[in-house]
């Protein structure tokens, strides 16, 4: 079983920064691809971000080039460092992690989400 644990959400002006971070334990070494969902108020959930154990990255296109995802395979953690932030951006952020290369809705292994707020 893997446990995932985020942290850095909070509440930011508009083009301002955040950094999320997700650490696993339990059994991490059954994990590949690691990554980032939102869910907004009245929206769909959404993948924001992944990154495999290979550092294969991927990206939605409301985030390429403004939040960029890394990984520290050594301590279990996955980054997301946002940047450029928009109102829009404001959700709950949810860690998962796949034994796949990629994440899907899914996933077995989820966060409990961490609270971004992007004022204007």
């Known amino acids: 079983q893997v446990q995932l644990v985020e942290s850095g959400g909070g509440l930011v002006q508009a083009g301002g920064s955040l950094r999320l971070s997700c650490t696993a334990s339990g059994n991490p070494f059954s994990i590949n691809a690691m990554g980032w969902y939102r869910r907004a108020p009245g929206k769909q959930r959404e993948l924001v971000a992944s990154?495999?154990?290979?550092?294969?990255?991927n990206y939605a296109d409301s985030v390429k080039g403004r939040f960029t995802i890394s990984r520290d395979n050594a301590k279990n953690t996955v980054y997301l460092q946002m940047n450029s932030l928009k109102p829009e951006d404001t959700a709950i952020y949810y860690c998962?992690?796949?034994?796949?290369?990629?994440?899907?809705?899914?996933?077995?292994?989820w966060g409990p989400g961490t609270q971004v707020t992007v004022s204007s």
């Open positions: 998962a992690a796949d034994r796949f290369t990629r994440l899907y809705n899914s996933s077995p292994y």
């Open positions: 990154i495999t154990q290979s550092l294969s990255t």
